[in-house]
């Protein structure tokens, strides 16, 4: 006879309960307060059999009949009940027992209830039923719940917990996604571009939080709507305000404060939404700061606007705003080559403005229409004395957008449309209209043009192949005005004579390129609950980030594609699988990818890239190779969730030209800085009650390239290391575990204004994690120094607060 | 570790100062003998109380407002991953006789500095436009192995262009590109003005000081190129100091003398010694930058109150100060000025990428692949030598930082002969024995 262990236990269990109830039966007689009530699904409302009831942690307790009823007798006084049942999320709570005591409980089934991983349903829905690969869809209420630095919600730090997106280290100025450079991401909020992601050198995102819904993160498998740029696009979604309830949020932190309204105007037809942030701390430096920086000034503000009206059924159309700024004064030196000035200040953010019109024509089809314009503009001065400094720049984007979505049939769903996008680059100016002893200078404004045709359809082969094909057609003009320098030919630009220019009037076409860009993905189920993909993409960049340092400056210039400056073209090949376990609770994924582009941007050494006119010549062009392989398993729902990946990827670069001084590392492959083969990333989240929650991530990284030297030279007795190929080596491993805990609604009363604590430490266990080495010389030769940023736990603790 | 903070802007950073841990209160909060001492119930005082609550807070803030915390540790064991040596070659060719030279090194193959060899037996010479030669020929001097000078009246002139050809002894050609030798305006105005840097504690050196200040009038010719250099030099009376040890003559170092067997009766100290120079002596300073300028920014300009210099409040006697101020090639400026970006300025967040530029001005003939170090360097100065007063001008509660020597001065016991009591000074790059011009005992 086979003996079911697991019907074993529970008769001994029974068996013990029995014991137990009839121990209170007979303390009954001594009248001890009865606690009894009936556990049911929260769903169904069905009553749960077999259900355990511990008390005050204990293993022992009461299991509930076939009618979900259950009774236990017990002292007076504090209790702490658990009741727990395979498949549902435990609940726990603490009674106070006077007398007899009814408490009816309802368990919510975990496969039903909401997700706590910051990685949405979205996701898993798009990874098993849709073929899009390579994206990942993130949810703000999730974002919220990662351990945020110095309490800072934050959307850069957050997108680095996940599988391929990384960065140089701390206070860099962006992400690498999938061995990509800063400037191969296209960022956008409700379709206006983001120039500079951060605030305060790369310390914070930009972003107001509160004023966003969700966000896509395509590492690969772009649709063809999206271009202009080879890694990555990031699309945050701002969100919509509500048009029947009014709804007021914020939060004080300490850095900035926050504050979030959405405003019914007319119900059901017209809302705005208005979220701000503000730091305000800067006040401290007058206060507290040692002598040399009281006049140190540091301040940011966000500001998004978003109007929306719904005329119809049919119509729909938005006005969106989002406003950044930032600004900086400090006592110093500034760094115009040997400029002298006492003072400095510093400006920049970003105006950006979109209006969109959604039309259904038919259920079938929709069409939408979306208007931007957008402007990051820089600014560096230094208002005192006769050497006065004002530097300015700036990049404008302008699009034009008509998409139509058309789902004829089930099997097919077709998106096509076209794009019109300009830019207009101020790459630097100086000193226009001031009198100061420092010269003015006005180097060419650039403008270009892409006009863009896209269109893509989602088939439904069969039950169990699904391909999405697309194609992208782009055409890049570059406009005059503008006067292109002629070197003489077969040298290289840096050293080449000018021979003349060649002068284009406004609105004549200076360069021009383009092609085809085709997508392509698809979808083969293995099972009802695993796919595997394949997709393949290319994509054309005609403007790009000139920085030659570590991470970007914000105020560093772009640089449009010419003669001279060839446009980055990438292909991009993914293979992956997908599968969920226990209906959807778990997920596991594999994903790799291969990308090759050409034309990667790179400098000379000691390359000068503020207000040069002749910029050309200090660059140099090559190709870049990214490969990798993620790791992930996620699990979505319960009372633990989050995940844990893994990720090998490499990023390289070639830069090989004809003469020596056009080759880096002499023309050999060489990493990038941020080519980081191994990492790691745990995210784990703990929802015991809904008054508590507890995340944790964790990060682990192979150390990042640098240069190192092999051997050393004295020049008119001064100490220099030689370098002879770059990023030869690596500096220590990175990582990093961070923690919060967030407290919500501390009263525990149901009322309209809700609060809530988040308690934040970055950097647990305070390592002294390095950013980078450098060497400088002493008496015996070079000394290596170890550069470290935040190396020690930071702790900080914000309030938030909604009311409804 | 010291920790710095850091505060970037432009394309470099702009200030850079080591906050000592009394500035940053950092380690206030850490325990310091000094407050285990006293024990650490400053924080039930309530009059310190508030003053650490500052400190707290200036700290909290300080890390979060736009400044990163950065902290900068020396590695200590750095493991070198490859080596490789190359020719390098330093050259002067200036309006005036005094500087004029070649040298040539094999450059370290290691990151010790003492791995660097002479390259001995080279023919150098340089000719001008017109054909006209000079050869430059090995010092016989032993310190001076692998450097080449010109006859002693030698001189170039403002406007001629230059190229330098070098044949090494095994056989190998390089030769320079042509180099043409711009116009230096005169020295305006120097003047000089204390600085304390409160960042600094009292006792540090770096602390207090004055900086040196030019004007330059720039002409109207665009693209010319300043360099700012100079010299300090300083009587010593102490040639060595032998810490554990005694001067060894015929070594001409220092030895250490081996501590005496454990059972050895009393354990002797040796005492660090001071030897006084043989004869005079003075120390050389330079300058720890580079300080270059473009008239990109400010061509034709008056330059006014350009910093060239930081010298140091450790007396208050007249401080000898040799400067010159050069002009330099076009190729010698960006040359400077990548060296400037990726080494002076290293250690930010914002860092250029570390790079060697290889056959900057000097190629060679017998092998294009082969790499050489240096430049070729081609430029016209003018030169003042000052004697810095060092008494005005200071607050009153600034007091110098002054060198100080520990030890004893060693003199010969009595009755040994053979006993010497006095060490040479030795002539090298920053000693020499001969006396330096303007200078006034």
């Known amino acids: ?472 057609f782009v055409q890049f003009y570059n406009l005059g005005p503008f006067t292109t320098t002629k070197y003489q030919e077969g040298l290289p630009l840096s050293t080449a004579p000018v021979i003349g220019t060649e002068t284009f009037e406004s609105g004549k076409v200076v360069k021009s390129y383009g092609g085809f860009e085709p997508r392509i993905t698809m979808k083969f189920s293995t099972s009802e609950t695993s796919t595997l993909k394949f997709g393949y993409n290319r994509m054309q960049q005609f403007v790009q980030l000139l920085s030659n340092n570590t991470t970007p400056l914000p105020t560093s210039r772009w640089k449009i594609s010419d003669e001279y400056v060839k446009p980055q073209v990438s292909d991009f090949v993914s293979l992956g699988f997908f599968k969920t376990l226990k209906e959807s609770i778990w997920e596991v994924s594999a994903e790799t990818y291969y990308r090759k582009t050409q034309n990667i941007v790179e400098y000379l050494s000691g390359a000068k890239l503020q207000l040069n006119p002749t910029i050309e010549t200090q660059l140099l062009q090559g190709e870049g190779k990214a490969y990798g392989m993620e790791l992930m398993l996620t699990k979505r729902r319960g009372e633990f969730s989050g995940w844990l990946s893994y990720t090998y990827s490499r990023a390289l670069q070639q830069i090989n030209g004809a003469t020596a001084a056009e080759k880096i590392s002499n023309g050999d492959w060489f990493p990038t800085n941020y080519d980081k083969p191994h990492n790691v990333n745990m995210m784990l989240n703990i929802q015991p009650t809904k008054h508590h929650s507890f995340s944790f991530t964790f990060a682990y990284q192979t150390g990042r390239p640098y240069s190192s030297p092999v051997g050393l030279f004295r020049l008119a007795d001064k100490t220099y290391p030689v370098y002879e190929s770059r990023n030869n080596d690596r500096i220590r491993d990175y990582h990093r575990l961070d923690f919060s805990w967030t407290i919500n609604n501390p009263s525990m009363k149901a ?54 | 570790m010291k920790k710095e903070i850091l505060i970037y802007f432009g394309t470099k950073y702009i200030m850079s100062q080591n906050f000592s841990p009394v500035d940053m209160g950092l380690n206030r909060l850490k325990m310091l003998p000094s407050q285990q001492e006293r024990g650490w119930g400053r924080g039930f005082n309530k009059q310190n109380w508030t003053y650490d609550i500052k400190y707290i807070l200036s700290i909290y803030f300080t890390a979060i407002i736009g400044l990163m915390t950065s902290c900068i540790t020396p590695i200590s064991d750095f493991p070198q991953i490859t080596s490789r040596s190359f020719l390098t070659i330093e050259t002067a060719l200036t309006d005036q006789t005094e500087v004029n030279y070649v040298k040539m090194t094999y450059s370290s193959s290691s990151i010790k500095i003492n791995f660097i060899r002479p390259v001995k037996k080279a023919k150098v010479y340089v000719v001008d436009e017109k054909g006209v030669r000079e050869n430059f020929i090995e010092s016989s001097l032993a310190t001076q192995e692998g450097t080449y000078f010109p006859s002693p009246n030698f001189k170039g002139k403002i406007g001629s262009t230059y190229t330098l050809t070098i044949e090494t002894a095994d056989g190998k050609k390089y030769v320079s590109q042509a180099e043409t030798m711009p116009t230096v305006p005169e020295i305006q105005e120097p003047t000089t003005q204390f600085e304390a840097k409160t960042n600094y504690d009292v006792t540090d050196v770096s602390r207090v000081g004055f900086n040196v200040y030019i004007n330059l009038q720039d002409s109207p010719k665009k693209g010319e190129y300043y360099k700012w250099y100079w010299k300090h030099y300083e009587k010593i009376a102490f040639c060595h100091t032998c810490t554990n040890g005694k001067f060894n003559f015929k070594l001409g170092s220092c030895v250490v003398i081996d501590p005496p067997a454990p059972n050895g009766g009393d354990i002797e100290t040796v005492p660090t010694y001071n030897y006084y120079c043989d004869g005079q002596c003075w120390n050389i300073t330079t300058g720890l930058d580079i300080n270059i300028l473009a008239d990109t920014y400010i061509n034709g300009e008056l330059v006014s109150g350009k910093k060239i210099a930081r010298i140091p409040y450790d007396g208050k006697n007249p401080y000898y100060f040799r400067l010159e101020q050069r002009a330099i090639t076009k190729t010698a400026f960006e040359y400077q000025q990548g060296i400037v970006e990726q080494l002076q300025n290293s250690g930010t967040l914002f860092d250029v990428p570390a790079e060697t530029r290889f056959n900057t001005n000097i190629k060679s003939l017998t092998n294009p692949e082969d790499k050489v170090l240096g430049i070729f360097n081609v430029y016209s100065f003018k030169k003042q030598i000052l004697y810095i007063k060092r008494d005005k001008g200071v607050p009153i509660q600034e007091k110098p930082v002054p060198i100080i020597y520990t030890g004893e001065i060693f003199s010969c016991s009595g009755f040994d002969p053979t006993c010497i009591d006095r060490t040479p000074c030795e002539e090298s790059s920053n000693r020499t024995k001969i006396k330096p011009e303007g200078w006034v005992d």
């Open chain 1, 1 to 472: 006879m086979l003996i079911n262990p697991n019907s074993m236990s529970k008769k001994i269990f029974l068996l013990l309960v029995f014991c137990i109830t009839t121990f209170f039966t007979f303390a009954q007689n001594i009248t001890l307060p009865k606690l009894s009530g009936i556990v049911t699904d929260a769903n169904t409302g069905q009553p749960l059999v077999g259900a355990a009831i511990s008390l005050d942690f204990k293993k022992s307790g009461v299991i509930t009949n076939a009618s979900g009823y259950y009774e236990a007798f017990l002292p007076v006084g504090e209790i702490i009940i658990k009741v727990s049942n395979v498949g549902y999320k435990p609940f726990r709570t603490k009674v106070v027992i006077r007398g007899d005591y009814k408490l009816d409980i309802q368990l919510e089934d975990v496969s039903k209830t909401l997700e706590e991983v910051i990685v949405s349903s979205e996701a898993t829905k798009k990874n098993i039923q849709t073929p899009s690969l390579g994206v990942t869809s993130l949810s703000i209420k999730g974002i919220k719940k990662l351990p945020a630095m110095m309490g800072e919600v934050d959307i850069i730090r957050s997108l680095q917990t996940l599988p391929g997106v990384s960065s140089v280290g701390e206070g860099s100025n962006g992400i690498n996604v999938r061995g990509g450079a800063i400037d191969q991401n296209l960022i956008f909020v409700d379709e206006t571009p983001i120039f500079n992601p951060t605030h305060l050198f790369g310390l914070f995102s930009v972003f107001a939080s509160d004023a966003i819904r969700e966000l896509e993160l395509y590492k690969g498998g772009v649709p063809s709507r999206f271009g202009g740029r080879t890694a990555s696009i990031l699309d945050i979604k701002m969100a919509e305000p509500n048009l029947e309830k009014f709804k007021l949020q914020g939060g004080i932190g300490p850095v900035s404060n926050r504050l979030m309204t959405e405003v019914p105007i007319i119900k059901e037809k017209l809302a705005v939404l208005v979220a701000g942030r503000l730091s305000y701390n800067d006040f401290l430096f007058k206060w507290f700061g040692p002598a040399n920086l009281q006049n140190t000034r540091a301040n940011f503000t966000d500001l998004a606007v978003k109007v929306f009206y719904r005329p119809d059924k049919n119509n729909s159309i938005s006005l969106t705003s989002y406003l950044s700024n930032d600004f900086y004064q400090v006592d110093s030196l500034f760094s115009l080559e040997n400029v002298v000035a006492k003072q400095t200040k510093f400006d920049y953010g970003h105006q950006n403005f979109a209006v969109h019109w959604g039309h259904y024509f038919s259920p079938k089809v929709y069409m939408d229409v979306v208007g931007v314009q957008s402007t990051y503009n820089t600014r560096t001065y230094a208002p005192d004395s006769v050497n006065r400094i004002d530097l300015k720049n700036s990049i404008g984007y302008k699009n034009l957008k008509a998409t139509i979505d058309y789902q004829p049939t089930e099997s097919h769903h077709t998106n096509f449309g076209i794009s019109l996008v300009r830019y207009d680059i101020a790459p630097g100016t100086l000193n226009q209209g001031i009198i100061s002893r420092v010269s003015p200078i006005d180097l060419a404004k650039e403008q270009s043009l892409e006009i863009a045709a896209f269109a893509d359809d989602e088939f439904k082969v069969s039950k169990k192949f699904t391909i999405q094909y697309g194609l992208r």
């Open chain 1, 751 to 804: 009322q309209r204004w809700e609060g809530s604590w988040t308690f934040t430490v970055y950097n647990l266990y305070g390592r002294k994690n390095p950013y980078s080495v450098y060497f400088k010389s002493d008496k015996a030769g070079l000394k290596a120094y170890e550069l470290g940023v935040f190396a020690a736990p930071f702790v900080s603790l914000t309030y938030n607060f909604k009311f409804l």
